[in-house]
């Protein structure tokens, strides 16, 4: 069974004080609250699950972007190991993608793993960020 409630944002959990950031992960988790939407409504398929992945992936890229902007910018600490985790997941995105096309994957496959990873990657990755950028007048 589905969960009726999929990802709300809460302030306390996911904010990392940066309102771009903060906005952009609304943003995406808007876009993970579609794909459960669709799945709830049994949407989630053929044409629908690829329109997902494909606003999935492009936002994914332009979300790291802005981060990876910061962290040049401000010679952040931790940048490679971050920007590591950045290319696990568009590599994992990219496979998804594949096994899509070849009508190997189902919603599921691609929603449980893709929650799991962003509320993680907000909730301590990129937290681990907030005090430097904020520090560094990035808020």
């Known amino acids: 069974m589905i969960n009726k409630c999929l990802i709300e944002w809460n302030e306390k959990k996911f904010s990392v004080h940066i309102t771009e950031i903060d906005s ?15 799945m709830k409504n049994k949407e989630a ?10 606003r999935l992936e492009d936002y994914t ?3 790291f972007a802005t981060e990876e902007k910061y962290f040049e910018q401000l010679n952040y600490p931790e940048k490679d190991t971050h920007k590591k985790a950045h290319q696990s997941l568009l590599e ?3 496979e998804m993608k594949n096994r899509i096309s070849c009508d190997l994957l189902f919603a599921s496959d691609i929603y449980y793993p893709i929650k799991d990873w ?14 430097f950028f904020n520090e560094h007048g990035i808020k």
């Open 118 to 131: 962003l509320i993680n990657h907000i909730c301590v990755t990129d937290k681990a960020y907030s005090r």
């Open 24 to 38: 952009q992960h609304k943003a995406w988790i808007s876009i993970i609250n579609d794909l459960h939407e669709a």
């Open 45 to 54: 398929k053929g044409a629908t699950l690829k329109t997902i992945i494909a």
């Open 61 to 63: 890229r332009f979300h």
């Open 92 to 94: 994992k995105i990219k």
